[in-house]
T-cell receptor, first 116, second 112 residues
Framework: DSGVTQTPKHLITATGQRVTLRCSPR?????VYWYQQSLDQGLQFLIQ???????AKGNILERFSAQQFPDLHSELNLSSLELGDSALYFC???????????????FGSGTRLTVV | EDQVTQSPEALRLQEGESSSLNCSYT??????LFWYRQDPGKGPEFLFT???AGEEKEKERLKATLTKKESFLHITAPKPEDSATYLC?????????????FGQGTELSVKP
């Protein structure tokens, strides 16, 4: 157990639907990162939050949004889902975003999203 | 544009057959280079951080090295349990947000 908790582990939904993925960071970590992993794209950075504020944004689609709450958990919302959104979605956390220290990120076990 | 390229894409070894994985990077100032191991259906697991050319780090059968343009992950006398995808990532110096740029990974298979 890495200490980063992601729920649900698996999600199957239909095209056009909306889903919410949840992440609880490791205790003491203030920064949360969301990544998408598909077979052809590898790990792609989506968005980062630090202590409740958006810190960096990657190639995140307008249909996707995220937020970090006061208790530091984060949610990634995916709407108007398309078949191509099927992927593994990972959350990671770190203490200090600027340097990542000697241990980089700590990743959760991911949410596997299947859009049918 | 910052970029990370890993080779080979896949590597099959016999148990005990040592080899190396390559990670070539292009980045405007390197703050750190990270190696991760990922098992199927699981999140990446941190292995090493390297900060400057010439640095080396070891863990069991794995040894990571860094030059100004690439990093190698050397696997000595691998065992079947070393089978996994190995990911390399860089943290650019200018990056204020901690965003890691990942390579596509090398899928390692070690047969007994």
């Amino acid at each position: 157990d890495s200490g980063v908790t992601q729920t649900p582990k698996h999600l199957i939904t239909a095209t056009g639907q909306r889903v919410t993925l949840r992440c609880s960071p490791r205790s003491g970590d203030l920064s949360v990162y969301w990544y998408q992993q598909s077979l052809d794209q590898g790990l792609q950075f989506l968005i980062q939050y630090y202590n409740g504020e958006e810190r960096a944004k990657g190639n995140i689609l307008e249909r996707f949004s995220a937020q970090q709450f006061p208790d530091l958990h984060s949610e990634l919302n995916l709407s108007s889902l398309e078949l191509g959104d099927s992927a593994l979605y990972f959350c990671a956390s770190s203490v200090v975003p600027q340097t990542l220290g000697d241990y980089g990120y700590t990743f959760g076990s991911g949410t596997r999203l299947t859009v049918v | 544009e910052d970029q990370v390229t890993q080779s080979p894409e896949a590597l099959r070894l016999q148990e005990g057959e040592s080899s190396s994985l390559n990670c070539s990077y292009t980045v405007s100032g390197l703050r750190g280079l990270f190696w991760y191991r990922q098992d199927p259906g699981k999140g990446p697991e941190f292995l090493f951080t390297l900060y400057s050319a010439g640095e080396e780090k070891e863990k069991e059968r794995l040894k990571a090295t860094l030059t100004k343009k690439e990093s190698f992950l050397h696997i000595t006398a691998p065992k079947p349990e070393d089978s996994a995808t190995y990911l390399c990532a860089v943290l650019p110096r200018y990056n204020q947000g901690g965003k890691l740029i990942f390579g596509q990974g090398t899928e390692l298979s070690v047969k007994p």
